[in-house]
Structure formats: C-alpha cells, structure tokens
C-alpha cells in the first residue's frame, strides 16, 4: 500500500503562499497557513528576519521566537532594491502564488511594484494581505506599529495589572498575533470566495483594528455606563467574585461567575450567611460592593494549599485553577494528552502546535524554521517550482 502523503489531507493543500514578511504579526500568519498544508515561501533580506536575532534564547541557528514562528516554509533571500530580483519574484507570484502576506512598512510594497494593485491587475485569482499598523487611512495610516505601542494606544494596557499600578504590558504578543490570526481567517474567506468566483480579493487587517477588538467588551461597558474601566488585577469587570486568591502555597483563580456558583463558595469557605447578605445576593450587588467582598474570601484561602481547595472547589463543581509558570504548563499531563507540543522534523526542541485538530488529528510539522536561504535566490524557487509543477 502506498503511504498517505499527510499534507495531501490537509485543507490547503496545492496552496501557495508568499510572505513578505518579518517579526511576528506576517510570519505568524503565513505559519498558520503552512499548517494548515499551504506552501509558504518566506522572503527574507541578506541580513534575514530580524526575529532570527530576537534572543538568547538561541536554537538551530536562529532565536527560540523565531523559531516558533516559521515552521513549514522555505526561506528565499532577496534583494528587492534590485529590479531583476524584483521581476522574479513577481513572475513567482503571478504564476504560482494564490495568496501574498505582507507587513513591510507602509507603502514599501507600492514604491517596490509589489502592491496588491500591481500585482492582481497581473492574476486575478490572488488574494493579497496587507497588514498594516494603524490601518489603511485616517491620520495615522503612514505610521509604523509595534505590539506594545498598540496595546498602550488603544488602551489594552488601562485595564490591565493592579490597580493604580504602572502601565503593564500582556506579556504574550497578542496584537501581533492576533493580527495574524485575523489576517488567516481574512485569507481563508477569501480563498472560500474564489471557488465559487474565480476572483481572489484584498484584505487588509491591522494592529490597530486587532488592538480595539480586543477592547470590545471594555467599550461597550464604557459607551453603557460611562464609567471608565480599570485594572482589576487578576479579576474582571462586571463578574464578582472572579479572580486569583494567594494560597497557602501559590495562587488559585476561581471563576464563580453565577449566583448559584457564589452560594457553592460561600459553603466551601465556611460561611454560607454571605448568600443572603444584601450587599452580596446577586451579582449587581457584588460588583458595587466587591472590595468588601474579596477582603472576606482573602484570608480564607490563606489557610490551606492549592491542592487542597482544588480538591475541595471541584467536589463543589466551582471551576478553578492555579496560577502556573510555563513549565508547569508544558509538563502538564493535558497539555501531553492533547498533543499540543509537536517537534518538526529538524528542530531541537518541540513547539507548540496549531491550535486546531481536524477529526480528531492535530496537522503534524512537516519542517523546523528554515535556515536563511536555504531555498536558493527567487530564480532557483522559480526553476524548481516550474519543473515540479
């Protein structure tokens, strides 16, 4: 029996796409759809991405960022201030590309002919992605963004830490990731599009239109109530009491965000008067009188360990858990049981995988983080890639 090729069975397979990317928001993009079976072929400068310096941590050549961030490509080192260079990268594209991803600074891409007008007067069936900083017009659309910048500018980071604490960045890049994740889904529709038309499309995501997603509960309260949303530490606006308790050991959240998981609480810390009291009955009532609240329940779970409430909460049906590091993540034995660390063929180390399973399967890695330039010039991609076709 022949072996299945795994990429075969993978959503987009026979797919091409070509990053013109660097940092995280464009690579991570272009990874997920590499794992999802696309063939991406990532151009980097002479000096490469800058992520690949993003360290220590360094492995397999390149920085650990990096390397969690480019799986499944092909890295192919170009000059695109040379016009021959620049030509055989658009005749790739224009004859085997179905999907380009771009976050270079603004305009670059235009002044270099590598535009998505440019480029889908010439093949009609592309479905370009721009991913820009603060969005494709208004005052701002010429300047450049980074994750903390967006974070502090669309106010993710007022509602973030303790309160009348300093400004506290999230510490994953979740607006540059969230820019990618964005930019994929935006790039799947349109590719679910183009099977009924014919026709690829534009879309442009952004940090910034990513960075006030992320604020859409804390607006829409805001714009309801005309109260200006805060930090609240570990807790969250509205639900009372929902948040991180210091233990005898480590720190446990618990999430009892109904009335009848506050009354299962009351009970387990040994006072079930809190469930008639006034000030506490109903959720509206705690969240007024949620200091007086949470200083009741904190000397509570000073008195025993993590596991010890652990045990006692999940008996109650109250959802709980510790505050743990990435290590204790990683060992964790669900993290094993779900597969979600997978080591590409080539790598050092395991990565985390695509968050996603199809019927049940988790895509496999099929390569590490490429080597800078490991697939030649844009002339060695164009020859091999038209003889393999």
């Known amino acids: 029996m022949t072996p299945r090729?795994?990429?075969?069975?993978?959503?987009?397979?026979?797919?091409?796409?070509?990053?013109?990317?660097?940092?995280?928001?464009?690579?991570?993009?272009?990874?997920?759809?590499?794992?999802?079976?696309?063939?991406?072929?990532?151009?980097?400068?002479?000096?490469?991405?800058?992520?690949?310096?993003?360290?220590?941590?360094?492995?397999?050549?390149?920085?650990?960022?990096?390397?969690?961030?480019?799986?499944?490509?092909?890295?192919?080192?170009?000059?695109?201030?040379?016009?021959?260079?620049?030509?055989?990268?658009?005749?790739?594209?224009?004859?085997?590309?179905?999907?380009?991803?771009?976050?270079?600074?603004?305009?670059?891409?235009?002044?270099?002919?590598?535009?998505a007008d440019a480029l889908r007067t010439l093949s009609g069936r592309l479905v370009y992605c721009n991913m820009g900083a603060f969005g494709n017009r208004g005052p701002l659309a010429d300047r450049p963004g980074y994750d903390p910048l967006m974070q502090a500018f669309a106010g993710v980071m007022s509602?973030?830490?303790?309160?009348?604490?300093?400004?506290?960045?999230?510490?994953?890049?979740?607006?540059?990731?969230?820019?990618?994740?964005?930019?994929?889904?935006?790039?799947?529709?349109?590719?679910?599009?183009?099977?009924?038309?014919?026709?690829?499309?534009?879309?442009?995501?952004?940090?910034?239109?990513?960075?006030?997603?992320?604020?859409?509960?804390?607006?829409a309260q805001y714009l309801a109530g005309g109260a200006m949303p805060g930090k609240n530490g570990s807790g969250q606006t509205g639900i009372v009491p929902y948040r991180a308790y210091r233990t005898a050991d480590g720190d446990l959240v618990v999430a009892a965000g109904n009335d009848t998981l506050f009354a299962a609480l009351a009970r387990v810390l040994g006072h079930p008067e809190w469930i008639t009291d006034p000030r506490f009955k109903e959720n509206p009532q705690r969240v007024v009188h949620a200091q007086a609240l949470y200083g009741l329940i904190e000397p509570c779970f000073l008195q025993a360990t993590n596991a010890q409430w652990t045990a006692r909460l999940e008996a109650a049906g109250i959802p709980c858990a510790p505050v743990q590091d990435t290590a204790q993540l990683l060992a964790h034995a669900q993290t094993a049981a779900m597969g979600l660390l997978q080591t590409p063929p080539g790598s050092s180390i395991p990565l985390v995988g695509l968050p996603v399973q199809f019927d049940g399967l988790r895509p496999e890695p099929r390569a590490a983080a490429p080597a800078l330039g490991e697939a030649g010039s844009i002339q060695d991609l164009l020859a091999s890639w038209s003889s393999s076709e």
């Open 5 to 115: 090729d795994p990429l075969a069975a993978l959503p987009l397979a026979g797919t091409t796409v070509v990053e013109l990317g660097h940092s995280i928001a464009g690579p991570f993009a272009s990874q997920i759809l590499g794992d999802l079976g696309a063939r991406v072929v990532k151009i980097e400068k002479a000096r490469g991405d800058d992520a690949r310096f993003w360290g220590p941590p360094f492995v397999d050549g390149a920085a650990a960022t990096f390397q969690a961030m480019n799986r499944n490509k092909r890295s192919v080192v170009a000059d695109l201030r040379e016009p021959g260079q620049v030509g055989a990268l658009k005749d790739f594209i224009v004859h085997h590309a179905d999907v380009v991803i771009q976050n270079m600074r603004p305009g670059q891409v235009a002044e270099l002919g590598l535009g």
């Open 159 to 219: 509602v973030v830490g303790e309160a009348g604490g300093a400004p506290v960045r999230v510490g994953p890049s979740i607006i540059d990731m969230g820019c990618g994740m964005w930019a994929a889904m935006g790039i799947l529709a349109s590719l679910l599009k183009r099977l009924t038309t014919g026709e690829g499309g534009v879309v442009d995501v952004s940090l910034f239109e990513t960075a006030t997603g992320w604020m859409s509960m804390f607006a």
